[in-house]
């Protein structure tokens, strides 16, 4: 991969992370500003997840018959569509819907660079670029939380909205082709099932997303009922988790070529689990801007982990693994999501952190043991 391929592909995803962890601090503002309740202000977020986890499996079928650089213009043209009607969104059905496409477009972007990587990168480095570009994602999640704290959602969209444009001026011109046209057209995601190895790994994906998101998801309005704090604070609270997993992704990347995937992984799901324990018993706010430490930075750990980890797949289950990885993660992220705020509304914050805490205790210890013929 040339070096300015993989910058265009760090930009891109710099792009297409901007404002998708701040919806998580911009609930209680949007709630606000269409006088809705928090829990419908809350669809935004899995309105977003869910269509993006089932639309993550077009993508990979596509690279049987298409280049990546086509596929890749095609979907930043829609999601830069997409995003300026969110931002210009008059009404809250009119953001349910704008909201829904992009998640839609913006889907498409993990699978690409995971197949890229997969079958353009050496063995041994594999790994560095994976935590380089979540940590370039991790970047623009950072900036985007904070600025919520200070500038208005639709500025805060429009942002993202104009970037993809530019990237379609950009692209045509400085991309590679990535051209993995040699098979003939076949959705083999049934034979990825069969892979024992796989099958494993999907369903740690499936649990870690969904009890991470049933948590992530609720920070803000947990901030909001639990301390009464204002936006600027909640937006810097959860601005700390992500500079936390910022710095895990580039060093998790460094971390796996020496102490392997899965482990770096487990160290994750111990460091999460460390989080719900102590949210479970934390009463005073200014210990937050410490504690999310372990929160964003389990998370980083986990998730370059088990990402690196699958760019080790066969070949023959690469392709439709990396589609599947985008596609589950976020499906069941957006369950997790909806789930939480069940959970919450009948046990209380308190009990749901307990809970995701002891889940995520328990899939640390056992991750080895799971992952072992993957």
């Known amino acids: ?44 977020i899995w309105l977003y997840m869910l269509p993006y986890g089932v639309c993550a499996l077009l993508w990979s079928p596509l690279t049987r018959i298409m280049a990546v650089k086509k596929i890749l213009l095609f979907t930043m043209a829609g999601y830069s569509l997409s995003t300026f009607g969110f931002a210009f969104s008059s009404t809250l059905p009119q953001a349910y819907i704008f909201r829904f496409l992009m ?37 623009s999640t950072c900036v985007s939380v904070f600025l919520s704290g200070f500038i208005p959602w639709r500025g805060l969209y429009l942002i993202p909205a104009g970037m993809s444009f530019l990237m379609l001026l950009i692209i ?34 499936i649990l870690v997303s969904f009890f991470y998101h049933s948590v992530q998801q609720w920070l803000g309005v947990y901030f909001k009922i639990q301390y009464g704090l204002t936006q600027v604070l909640i937006s810097s609270i959860l601005t ?39 949210l479970f018993f934390l009463r005073l706010y200014s210990a937050l801007f410490m504690v999310m430490l372990f929160w964003g930075g389990g998370w980083a750990l986990t998730h370059v982990g088990l990402s690196s980890h699958l760019t080790h797949f066969p070949d023959k289950i690469l392709r439709d693994s990396s589609s599947l990885n985008s596609a589950l993660r976020f499906f069941a992220g957006g369950i997790g999501a909806a789930a939480g705020g069940i959970s919450i509304s009948h046990l209380g914050f308190q009990t749901h952190f307990l ?20």
């Open 1 to 44: 991969m040339s070096k300015n391929s993989f910058s265009l592909f760090c930009v891109s995803f710099f792009t297409l992370s901007f404002g998708v962890a701040a919806m998580a601090a911009l609930v209680p503002q949007f709630a606000l500003y269409f006088a809705v309740p928090p829990v419908q202000a809350a669809r935004l």
């Open 103 to 139: 998640g839609c477009f913006g889907c498409s972007f993990v699978p690409l660079i995971l197949i890229t990587i997969g079958k353009s990168v050496p063995q041994n480095e594999k790994s560095k670029y994976i935590g380089t570009l979540f940590a370039i994602s991790y970047v």
């Open 172 to 205: 045509p011109i400085a991309l590679d082709e990535f051209d993995f046209r040699r098979e003939s057209f076949k959705v083999s995601y049934v034979d990825t099932f069969r892979d024992r190895g796989a099958l494993n790994f999907f369903i740690v994906i």
């Open 240 to 278: 700390v988790s992500t500079v936390s997993a910022t710095g895990a992704e580039f060093l998790g990347g460094i971390l796996a070529a020496r102490i392997g995937n899965i482990h770096l992984a487990r160290i994750g799901f111990m460091v999460m689990a460390l989080f719900c324990g102590i």
């Open 355 to 374: 809970i995701v805490g002891a889940a995520l205790l328990v899939m640390g210890f056992l991750l080895p043991k799971s992952l072992a013929h993957s």
